[in-house]
């Protein structure tokens, strides 16, 4: 295959998904959407609501019918959609704590509808890893559970539903980012595991994915000896082409997750990573979540060029990759043109959340619950990564001052914690508001000082309840909107 020297820009834009700063298109991403451009991806700085997305997706499609338009919406701590006030879905580890496969998908298919309302088409959704590492400092509660038949059945659910409602659904992180203690947007995560353990764990939820159709994998920034020993998977025609291409029999869109981030840009550069990227068989680049303006889309689109001529990428490649988009498209015109049947009338995203919350509970504090009295909240604040954002909020603070009113709630960081952080609690009931509280030295000592003086606390945990403490100790199973508002529910006895 020959393409004139004249049409690869408009390949190479075709082959990128930048995002952009604003709540409307600024003018270079309209100019180069009739030069090409193919996708966009949103981001929390996009959104104001969902009638300002709407509106902001009518304007690109006003230059392109057919563009993507991509969204990173979990649906759980990572929202975008929702992050000025918190999902109003409980998130992926609430789904599987439930582990009922049909109210996943129905979760799932309520925000596809939403989503395609507001003219988005492709979600970077759903999480496919296996937790199985509960120090993971990335994933979390992001993935359905550490048991990878349960992730893969709920994986399978999420993608039957989001498609069902008019969205194509991406699985991530391949080939799966859970055993890991480093985060990828700052430093190369190693996988470790053999391939024995890897088809076990890793795999399962993408091979259910494939199964369930889904129309999009996402890769991750991760060094998988087992599967290659020297390049990571982003960037591996062993991992992208052998593993999930001709493996697994994957014929989708290949989206590499944010090329800016640190694991592959420090050791291959930004244009560097995205060339080799696309040779490996990725067919979109994801950019834009830190480098969002014209200036890093050329030099992208121009490295791109340069590499086709140079020989160091196929045009036959880039091609296939630039078809692929387009048959992408193609389904995103076919999904909306079919519409869907609605929303559902009941709140499915609060109904998950409520049965997601379990409590602990010793024979002595029978009576700790529920709550009759304006409470004093102490929230434990741990640094968030750049997934999840500084910018949503969290906690029960508020749900329960609605529910007890006169309730007050102050939160600590790291450095800011008292020698008793419950101490301006008086007589009143006290709650401790922890995340991933077996993640953090500091937040543990804190909570014992507090319980130390305080038996009769309750402990809240919105992370991952590795480590179960307190006389009376609710888990969520996220930190959501829709999860606090369901414990404050439970402290109070509304539910």
């Known amino acids: ?21 604003g709540t409307t298109p600024p003018p270079w991403v309209c100019r180069w959407l009739g030069e090409g451009l193919g996708s966009v991806v949103l981001f929390a700085r996009n959104v104001v609501d969902p009638g300002q997305v709407a509106a902001l997706t009518a304007t690109l499609r006003a230059e392109r019918p057919d563009v993507i338009v991509a969204i990173d919406e979990e649906a759980g701590d990572v929202t975008r959609l929702e992050s000025v006030h918190g999902s109003s879905r409980p998130g992926n580890f609430a789904l599987g704590a439930v582990d009922d496969p049909a109210l996943t998908e129905a979760v799932a298919r309520d925000l596809g509808v939403e989503l395609a309302a507001a003219g988005v088409t492709l979600n970077y959704a759903p999480d496919a890893d296996v937790n199985s590492n509960p120090d993971n400092p990335v994933i979390g509660v992001r993935s359905f559970g550490a048991d990878p038949a349960l992730v893969a059945r709920h994986t399978a659910a999420w993608v039957r539903g989001l498609q069902a409602g008019g969205v194509a659904a991406c699985a991530k992180h391949f080939p799966g980012h859970g055993d890991t203690r480093v985060d990828s947007h700052h430093d190369l995560p190693r996988i470790t595991a053999d391939r024995d353990r890897l088809d076990a764990c890793e795999l399962a939820p993408f091979r259910a994915a494939v199964a369930a159709g889904v129309q999009a994998v996402m890769t991750g920034h991760l060094l998988v000896p087992a599967l290659d020993p020297q390049l990571p998977a982003t960037l591996s025609q062993r991992i992208l082409g052998g593993l999930l291409r001709d493996e697994m029999g994957f014929s989708g869109v290949v989206v590499t997750d944010a090329v800016e981030m640190r694991a592959v840009a420090d050791r291959y550069g930004f244009a560097g990573a995205t060339v080799r990227a696309l040779a490996a068989g990725a067919d ?4 834009g979540g830190e480098r969002a303006d014209e200036q890093a889309a050329r030099e992208l689109r121009d490295a791109i060029v340069a590499a086709v001529v140079s020989g160091d990428l196929p045009e036959e490649r880039l091609a296939e990759a630039a078809k692929r988009v387009g048959q992408l498209a193609a389904w995103t015109m076919a999904a909306r043109t079919a519409g869907s049947a609605g929303r559902d009338a009941a709140d499915v995203g609060l109904v998950a959340a409520r049965r997601a919350v379990r409590v602990t509970a010793s024979r002595t504090a029978t009576d700790a619950l529920p709550l009759t009295r304006p409470a004093y909240v102490v929230e434990f604040e741990p640094l968030r990564n750049i997934a999840i954002g500084a910018e949503t909020p969290w906690g029960i603070g508020a ?4 529910l007890l009113p006169g309730t007050s709630t102050v939160r600590y960081a790291e450095p800011d914690v008292p020698a008793d952080p419950g101490a301006g609690a008086g007589t009143r009931p006290l709650v401790l508001v922890v995340r991933d509280l077996h993640r953090h030295d500091w937040m543990r000592s804190a909570v014992h000082r507090a319980l130390a003086a305080r038996p009769d606390a309750v402990v809240v945990e919105l992370g991952v309840p590795e480590l179960v403490t307190g006389s009376v100790h609710l888990a969520t199973h996220g930190a959501t909107r829709a999860s606090g508002w369901a414990a404050a529910e439970v402290l109070t006895g509304a539910r």
Do not use: K, S, W
């Not at 979109?284 to 950019?287: G, H, K, Y």
């Not at 749900?399 to 609605?402: I, K, Q, R, S, Y």
């Open 1 to 21: 295959m020959t393409t004139p020297a004249g049409h690869l820009p408009a390949l190479a834009a075709a082959v990128l998904q930048p995002g952009f700063v």
């Open 399 to 402: 749900p329960l001052g609605e």
């Open 284 to 287: 979109a680049i994801c950019i």
